[in-house]
């Protein structure tokens, strides 16, 4: 069966890495079609929109997309850069990503963060005797993609009905004096259904990988009520896993204790906000953005991604030097959706090979600042450590 896959390099650095994973699915022998899709900053400036509707159709019509990176910028900037015949005509902008969640429900936000042995940026602690050791990181958290703070309910001088309906709560009082131009809220929202469902999906993939626990990452001891009905959805579906236990950590100790002791941790569950903090802190364990994927997946709509941004300062070199192996883990999680679970552990595998052989090592991985000169100190370039990988698959 010939897929078709929905390709979407949007901004700066998201172009040169996509058509490197492509490379690999192509070497790996998925059968595949590819059509490009519009999406990013320069759709914003030049149509004022960042998600045209011609991108919405052909991810409705081919239900996967591989997405590269985007630029986002602040509403004041974001609207200082449309031109000018757009500007004042009431667009305003909204990142095309979380736009791309809340369209297809793609609630299920999956951010594995795995080390890989022999990779220098891995997590590394002094032991009590003054030695050193590196304790394997396999976490997976399961981030809450459609709702919380980044759902887009938000205001600068709220209409006088929200303001009306907020005054109906005793904590308003301190707030009701303060004038509108001077007030700026932005709603947390949490539904039962969208907490049961990430839970359900946590605890099943908690389950089938063999691991022991799921941990809930909010702040229930201040936000109660939202952070306390995701909780109280895990317990609720742990139930239906007695051979799996649930704990409760507040978002603030849970950074620390990553630093402590990562590898106490499995699979993790997260609203938006906290989901996006705790999954770049433990990206940051196993070697940071360069090796961070994510799967943004709904009933219908799959979209893999790499967490990283656009980093426009690296687009432009030449040859490009950026590491593609977040993209290419990215592309191996689209294999494990639609069920090519080998050749997914096959790219893994390929990865793993070279990070541990350490002759082809990107200019992150040798602790060089990024810049045109990391090739002389002996940084491969972008296409060399995606030809690597290619060199590995078995």
């Not at 059509?35 to 919405?56: C, K, M, Q, S, Y």
């Not at 595998?349 to 002389?376: C, H």
Request: aromatic share 8%; charged share 25%.
């Amino acid at each position: 069966m010939t897929r078709t896959i929905v390709s979407m390099p949007g901004d700066g650095i998201g172009k040169t890495v996509l058509p490197e994973a492509i490379r690999v699915l192509d070497a790996v022998g998925f059968d595949a079609e590819y059509v490009h899709a519009d999406i990013g900053w320069d759709f914003w400036v030049n149509e004022g929109n960042p998600l045209p509707d011609r991108t919405i159709e052909l991810l409705k019509q081919h239900k996967l997309g591989l997405f590269g990176a985007i630029t986002s910028k602040p509403k004041n900037e974001a609207a200082a850069e449309l031109k000018p015949e757009l500007r004042d005509k009431g667009y305003v902008y909204f990142s095309p990503i979380v736009s791309m969640r809340q369209l297809f429900n793609l609630d299920l936000c999956v951010r594995p963060c795995r080390s890989f042995q022999g990779n220098p940026l891995n997590f590394i602690r002094r032991t009590a005797d003054g030695g050193v050791e590196e304790p394997p990181v396999d976490a997976v958290i399961f981030r809450q993609g459609t709702e919380g703070l980044y759902c887009g309910l938000e205001w600068t001088d709220p209409p006088a009905t929200v303001r009306g309906a907020l005054a109906t709560h005793p904590k308003w009082k301190a707030f009701e004096d303060v004038p509108g131009r001077d007030l700026a809220m932005s709603v947390r929202l949490f539904t039962r259904n969208a907490c049961r469902r990430i839970c359900a999906a946590a605890f099943a993939y908690a389950e089938k990988h063999g691991y022991s626990s799921v941990t809930i990452c909010e702040k229930p001891n201040v936000l109660r009520e939202t952070s306390g009905m995701m909780e109280e959805m895990a317990r609720e579906v742990q139930l239906d896993y007695p051979d799996i236990w649930v704990r409760s950590t507040n978002i603030d100790a849970q950074m620390m204790w990553l630093t402590k002791n990562p590898e106490d941790y499995g699979v993790i569950v997260a609203g938006n906000m906290f989901g996006d903090i705790v999954s770049d802190a433990f990206a940051g364990l196993v070697g940071g953005l360069g090796f961070a994927c994510s799967g943004n997946i709904g009933d219908e709509v799959a979209v893999f991604e790499p967490t990283h941004g656009s980093a426009p300062k690296y687009q432009e070199l030449d040859p490009p030097i950026v590491n593609p192996i977040a993209m290419i883990l990215s592309a191996a999680m689209l294999l494990d959706h639609v069920g090519d679970v080998a050749k997914a552990k096959q790219v893994r595998d390929a990865i793993g090979a070279v990070v541990a052989e350490g002759k082809v090592r990107p200019y992150d991985m040798m602790r060089l600042p990024g810049g045109p000169d990391v090739i002389s100190k002996g940084a491969a370039t972008t296409s060399e450590i995606t030809d690597a990988i290619i060199g590995k698959l078995v």
